[in-house]
């Protein structure tokens, strides 16, 4: 897909349409491990102020505009025929993928992450939405480092799912750095960095109304909801955006 530079990392220039026809695509090819991401300002700004995290973003197949910061960045890059109206947000992509997947039979999922009770409601409510997808399995591994044993083992549970289409909810920067340092090891599938949509889902997180989310201040909402363990965060990757961005320019 055509991609745009944004604080040096390649975002694709992708719609809904165009990224689930892309990945669905990608999934069908039964030879090779692929990784996408639906990145927010904070993870475009960790992959640049962070040498480690930036090689481990390096590896992902598609990066997709999760952000509106980055949709507007995208926006200024292109003419204003190809300009974009709306970002690809990642639990509403995994939502699409889904939808798209039903009644395919070379079309797959599995859901990696989250605690026993999260994956139970998060499968109920995409069983009931979704009655045509095929769930292969899903697995709550243990917090903390995990063993090769462990990973040995989720290899396995992945490769005997069938899957094509892993799901991966550990959390920024776990989920990434999991998926680029497994790479050669993981069976062939596409493997999602998708954050806290698992608790979204399930209805375990309140997700942002719907107009401050095209607003760009979905960050906001969050911080209002959560702001002990988001503040630090928020502030850090938010004010080194608008830097790294000026600096750039």
């Known amino acids: 897909m055509e991609t745009r530079p944004i604080l040096g990392l390649e975002v694709a220039v992708a719609t809904y349409e165009s990224a689930v026809a892309r990945i669905c ?3 069908r090819d039964r030879a090779r491990v692929s990784a996408v991401e639906a990145a927010n300002t904070m993870v475009v700004t960790k992959a640049r102020h962070e040498r480690a995290f930036g090689e481990v973003m390096r590896r992902f197949d598609l990066i997709l505009p999760d952000g509106m910061p980055l949709v507007w960045e995208l926006n200024r890059q292109l003419p204003r025929e190809q300009r974009l109206s709306d970002r690809v947000y990642g639990p509403n992509l995994m939502l699409a993928v889904w939808e798209a997947s039903q009644g395919q039979a070379d079309l797959r999922h599995f859901l990696l992450g989250g605690s026993p009770e999260v994956l139970g409601k998060l499968e109920v409510q995409l069983a009931t939405k979704f009655p045509g997808a095929q769930l292969g399995g899903s697995y709550s ?6 063993s090769d044993e462990e990973n040995e083992g989720i290899f396995r549970k992945i490769r005997e799912s069938g ?5 991966v909810g550990l959390g920024c920067p776990k989920q990434e750095t999991w998926i680029a ?4 090891r993981l069976p062939p599938g596409v493997y999602f960095g998708i954050g806290a949509a698992f608790a979204f889902h399930a209805g375990e997180v309140r997700q942002a109304p719907a107009f401050l989310q095209r607003l760009g201040l979905e960050w906001a909402f969050r911080l209002a909801v959560e702001p002990r363990r988001l503040f630090k965060r928020y ?3 938010n004010t080194l955006f608008l830097w790294y961005r000026l600096w750039d320019r």
């Open 25 to 27: 695509a990608m999934a």
């Open 141 to 146: 591994p243990p917090f903390g480092t995990w």
């Open 163 to 167: 899957a094509n289409l892993i799901w």
């Open 181 to 184: 340092q497994h790479g050669e």
């Open 235 to 237: 502030f850090k990757y």
